[in-house]
């Protein structure tokens, strides 16, 4: 086993591809008939039957990808402006130094001592809840270990604060535009629709989080030695290296942009609930904050063009995982095996509440978080099956896509997590010592997964 790696994502996607090329072969024809509810189109329960199948061969497996990439381009085009207008905001350097401001006011002010968990993982939350920060918090280990170990705590903690906030709130994201916007888009719901229970979520999550460290952060500040990093730690007391050096303050010019941040998202839930903004509406928004930013920030056209240019560039890889997810949904499709492989799921998921429905999507998407990292290619290869699955059993879309965004609370702690390798690679923190401390946070996380999806089950939460 110690020699054992997983492929990357796009192998396991084009596999996927190959197998249901196969499957074309052997799973018969099906269909369910569809009526009009409330406006949507709802799959009915009772009107499964075979019809003939229509086999792909070679060629159609090949020509399945562009296909996924142009019924895909709506959604690709929204990831990779979004990605370019984050990337202006991160040129900015606005949130780091915000980050830095906080983390030296700890020095003199003991309320933002006692605060400094509580501040820094709720922010690190709000950032994976909002715009989807995930390995953007890769760079922020390097600032937070020594100033956990100045504070008493250990690297652990330093570690904790950024990566597990962000995925946190990633996991339990209200306006994330990478996994609840791509999800509610492919199944049909409004977008970011559900906010208000959206929020309790991310709220309860966060809570139980910042409570698990502020528990572990108190214990090893009591005794260093019960830290599973205190070698580790004691060399790195010696090299004492200072990240915020030089660091003078939050400027008028970063105060700016963050206020033009925070207006953006302001606006785009005022036009989401007021006007049913849709993606086209969102990746404009973006795009003129994304402007807005570079001229407050003080950046060049050539700055701003090469973050862009950059931010996109590096959701190049998601965007083709969209294209390779989609070619599934298009291969199954056109052979009519879609409706079949939805019967045949249906009594894996159906249960006598709508409740165990919901909780045996969740370790499905669980399961799959294993294999797939990518919040939108997720979404995008899963969606368009769980959406219509989730009629047949009972259980609304929406709920079904909060037990799709629950399956990420694993990656914090998986191993074939190509963010939770790299942090912990620069942390210098072994993945066995970081998997032994994440156990009992993992299992509040399972515990907590289960209860929160108990209230929209019962209410039907649309």
Do not use: C
Request: no cysteine; proline share 5%; charged share 10%.
């Amino acid at each position: 086993m110690k020699n054992f790696k997983l492929p990357n994502t796009f192998v396991l996607l084009f596999a996927i591809l190959v197998m249901i090329m196969v499957a074309t072969w052997l799973v018969p024809g099906g269909k369910y008939e569809t009526r009009l509810v409330d406006g949507k189109q709802m799959v009915d329960p009772a009107s499964f039957h075979l019809i003939a199948s229509n086999p792909q061969g070679l060629d159609a497996l090949m020509m399945a990808p562009i296909k996924g990439f142009v019924e895909s381009a709506l959604i690709i085009g929204f990831v990779l402006i979004v990605g370019g207008a984050f990337a202006v905001l991160q040129k900015t350097e606005a949130i780091d130094s915000l980050i830095k401001k906080i983390a030296l006011a700890h020095a003199s002010s003991p309320l933002v001592r006692a605060s400094l968990i509580p501040l820094f993982v709720t922010m690190f939350s709000l950032g994976g809840a909002t715009f989807g920060m995930n390995e953007e918090a890769i760079p922020f280990i390097l600032i937070f270990i020594p100033l956990a170990l100045a504070l008493g705590y250990d690297s652990i903690v330093g570690v904790a604060i950024p990566f597990v906030g962000t995925q946190v709130g990633f996991a339990a994201a209200f306006l994330n535009p990478f996994n609840v916007g791509i999800a509610q888009g492919i199944a049909g719901v409004p977008l970011f629709s559900g906010i208000g229970y959206r929020l309790i979520v991310w709220s309860i999550a966060t809570a139980v989080t910042v409570a698990f460290l502020m528990w572990y952060a108190a214990r090893v500040k009591r005794d260093p030695s019960r830290s599973p990093t205190f070698a580790l730690d004691n060399e790195r007391r010696l090299e004492k290296v200072d990240t915020l050096q030089g660091f003078t303050g939050l400027s008028g010019r970063h105060q700016a942009v963050l206020w033009m941040f925070a207006a953006t998202l302001g606006i785009m839930v005022f036009g989401v609930v007021k006007f049913n903004w849709f993606i086209e509406e969102i990746a404009a928004l973006f795009l003129i904050m994304a402007i807005g930013v570079g001229i407050v920030g003080r950046l060049d056209s050539d700055e701003f063009v090469a973050a862009f240019t950059q931010g996109a560039r590096d959701l190049i890889g998601t965007a083709l995982v969209l294209a390779l997810a989609r070619a599934t949904v298009i291969l199954a499709r056109d052979a009519h095996i879609i409706d079949t492989m939805l019967h045949a799921l249906t009594p894996l998921v159906q249960s006598s509440s709508p409740v165990f429905a919901a909780h045996k999507m969740f370790l499905i998407q669980s399961v799959i978080n294993f294999f797939i990292h990518s919040g939108s290619g997720q979404a995008a290869l899963t969606m368009p099956i769980m959406a219509p699955l989730a009629d047949l059993v009972g259980v609304t879309r929406q709920t079904a896509i909060l037990a799709f965004q629950f399956g990420e609370f694993s990656t914090p702690m998986i191993p074939t997590s190509g963010i939770t390798v790299g942090v912990l690679a620069l942390a210098r923190i072994p993945w066995l010592t970081w998997a032994k401390w994440m156990i009992p946070l993992q299992l509040a996380y399972l515990v907590l997964a289960l209860v929160l999806l108990v209230p929209p089950s019962l209410m039907a939460w649309q």
